[in-house]
């Protein structure tokens, strides 16, 4: 699961009412042993550097800018730290399912199909309606809906299978506008 996870808790207790529904590619039904899901299973390192943390900052800005002035300073550190990037990521397929694990964060696994299971976090106890699958452009995505937000993870691969390229977008009823933004990793194994 991505580190996005985390903001949706401080969505829910900080930011200021907007809208709420993320918009994307359509899902399409997948199994975990198709063909399309097999070039994503590996782990990934970040690669991404300082550049692309940059970007991150200035998406954040781009969205805390449009808050009331006596939160933006809270809202930046909410947003910011749980949506750095991982030093790395792994993609497993097993018996009908995809998992997704990150250093320090707990594993997510769902239906490789695309149906929703509900997902408690271990540690807060946060609950969310989890699905990944292929979507119709061919990228894997990991989608998280909680009550106020959703969270959209699509993993999209170089031709030659060796970059993995995680495109994020966040809504939330307490945002102003989605926080977009991306993170770029390099296959390991």
């Not at 991505?2 to 401080?10: D, E, I, L, N, T």
């Not at 030659?160 to 926080?179: E, F, W």
Request: charged share 25%.
């Amino acid at each position: 699961m991505s580190a996005c996870r985390r903001f949706f808790v401080a969505s829910t207790l900080l930011l200021a009412p907007s809208f709420a529904v993320c918009c994307g590619p359509s899902p399409a039904v997948a199994d975990a042993s198709e063909p399309a899901l097999q070039p994503f299973a590996g782990t990934y390192g970040y690669v991404g550097g300082e550049a692309e943390i940059h970007a991150l900052d200035r998406a954040i800005d781009e969205v805390v800018d449009q808050m009331n002035f006596f939160i933006r300073g809270i809202a930046r550190r909410r947003l910011r730290a749980p949506n750095l990037p991982s030093k790395q990521v792994g993609v497993f397929l097993e018996k009908g399912q995809i998992r997704i694990s990150r250093p320090g964060q707990p594993e997510v696994s769902a239906p490789a199909d695309g149906k929703s299971i509900t997902w408690r976090h271990p540690t807060d106890g946060d609950v969310f309606q989890v699905s990944h699958g292929i979507d119709d452009q061919g990228a894997l995505y990991q989608r998280f809906e909680g009550e106020r937000s959703v969270s959209l993870n699509r993993f999209v691969l170089t031709k030659d299978d060796k970059r993995l390229t995680i495109h994020t977008v966040i809504t939330a009823d307490r945002l102003p506008a989605p926080l977009r933004f991306k993170m770029t990793y390099e296959r390991r194994q």
